[in-house]
């Protein structure tokens, strides 16, 4: 999948970096196993470990504290 979406928390490298911990990813788009969340507009990056985080604030929805 190809998207050109404009994203402006994507840094000059053109790597895409985990919004919650700032772990990048190996190439210029995220992983399969990264979650991806749309925020304002904004497309942001989750990486592995904080999607699983992320996933339990939802289910848990305690998603506010960090969103
Ligand atoms: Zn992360």
Do not use: K, N, Q
């Amino acid at each position: 999948m190809d998207e050109e979406t404009y994203s402006p928390d994507r840094p000059a490298d053109g790597r895409v970096v985990c919004a919650r911990c700032g772990t990048a990813a190996d190439g210029d788009t995220a992983p399969p196993t990264w979650l991806c969340s749309m925020e304002d507009g904004r497309r942001l990056h989750f990486c592995e470990d904080c999607a699983r985080l992320h996933i339990r604030a939802i289910e848990s929805r305690l998603d506010s504290l960090w969103w």
